[in-house]
């Protein structure tokens, strides 16, 4: 095993030094293990500037529990920052952060969260208007290119394909399958577990399972539902609750104008390939894999959604499909205008847009995307 140490840097930082306006808080969502804590420690080291508190210790926990602002100040002393880590463990953490935003002006407050269904469920209405929020996903394609170069990550893509990009395992060569195995056990969804709104975690393990192997699929809750022995309805609220936990994601199918179009289709994928593939066990090379397409696609798919968030650009973003199984993979739809997007891991592979979609969306554009130029969708 050889651990590498070195740092890479996150574009979420610069993002964030651009909106250090003092009376809105920094929130940073996000799985654990992506490198939010990380990521803070370089901009926020603890110094006689800057106090840190950590959710997950009984002691910060119980340090919140009964709290006002006038203690709040004399814990704070003289710092000029707070972080609040892992702040979803702190019970109504929101209208605690909301005495600060309100009371202490002159402070910046700075949390992370991994789960957005608990953290948001308690910030969003003490903190209406008074907080700056982003996603921190695992490192990407853009970040690694400006680490050690284009080439260098091109020459790597099998690997990140299998692998996936999660800060650990990237620095970590030839242990990344006990890294993986140990966060797709129940370190990502271990807030969601603890809340007990999954009665039968066993079903979830099942669900997860069933998911990874359907990437790039249509996805039927009522054939989930089958599969793994539950309702239809407790398959789509465990979606949900595994989609706020930054495990997954759903796609839905665009639909305007043709009557043939499928409307009420979802696709979903996986933040990180590494963790889909640890669910089914299989870190075999991609030379010998049956599933490279779909992995293929979970890949491009999630790198291009980090890059929109990152980069900040606006846009909707679903799959196409209309009754008669005419598909494209990916459609962005920005301004008015629409993109479409096929992803062939074989750049040797023939496709062509449908007519379908060409004379229903005539000034659509169209592009096909594989490893050859990875770059020009990606960067």
């Not at 953490?93 to 308690?122: C, H, R, W």
Request: aromatic share 12%; hydrophobic share 35%.
């Amino acid at each position: 095993m050889q651990k590498i140490n070195f740092m890479i840097n996150r574009f979420l930082e610069q993002n964030i030094r651009t909106k250090q306006l003092k009376p809105k808080a920094i929130i940073i969502m996000g799985s654990r293990q992506v490198g939010k804590t990380t990521l803070l420690k370089t901009m926020y080291p603890e110094n006689e500037d800057c106090i840190w508190f950590y959710g997950d210790d009984s002691d910060t926990q119980a340090l919140f529990s009964n709290i006002n602002s006038t203690r709040l100040r004399s814990i704070i002393g003289q710092h000029k920052t707070i972080v609040i880590d892992e702040a979803q463990r702190i019970k109504d953490i929101g209208l605690k952060m909301k005495i600060i935003t309100d009371q202490m002006p002159d402070i910046q407050l700075v949390a992370t969260g991994s789960s957005s269904f608990e953290l948001s469920n308690q910030l969003n209405e003490p903190l209406t208007g008074r907080k700056w929020e982003y996603q921190m996903f695992p490192l990407s394609f853009g970040e690694m290119v400006e680490h050690h170069g284009l080439q260098t990550e091109l020459r790597m893509l099998p690997q990140r394909m299998v692998y996936g990009y999660y800060p650990e395992v990237v620095t970590s060569t030839g242990i990344e399958k006990q890294i993986l195995k140990q966060l797709s056990d129940s370190y990502l969804y271990r807030d969601l577990l603890s809340l007990g709104s999954i009665k039968k975690p066993e079903k979830l393990t099942l669900l997860l399972q069933a998911l990874a192997y359907q990437i790039g699929s249509q996805v039927s809750y009522n054939e989930l539902a089958k599969t793994i022995g539950l309702d239809s309805k407790t398959v789509e609220t465990y979606i949900q609750l595994l989609e706020k936990s930054y495990v997954i994601y759903r796609l839905r199918a665009f639909s305007r104008n043709g009557r043939s179009e499928l409307k009420n289709s979802r696709k979903i994928y996986f933040y990180d390939n590494g963790i889909r593939n640890a669910l089914i066990s299989n870190f075999s090379p991609i030379e010998n894999r049956i599933d490279v397409g779909a992995l293929w696609e979970n890949f491009i798919i999630t790198e291009r959604i980090k890059k929109l968030n990152l980069q900040d650009i606006w846009c909707n973003y679903y799959f196409w499909r209309t009754k008669e199984q005419k598909e494209i993979d990916f459609i962005e739809e920005k301004d008015g205008l629409l993109s479409a997007f096929e992803f062939k891991y074989n750049e040797r592979q023939k496709t062509k847009l449908p007519s379908t979609f060409a004379s229903t969306y005539p000034t659509a554009t169209f592009d096909v995307i594989s490893p050859s130029n990875i770059e020009d969708f990606l960067l």
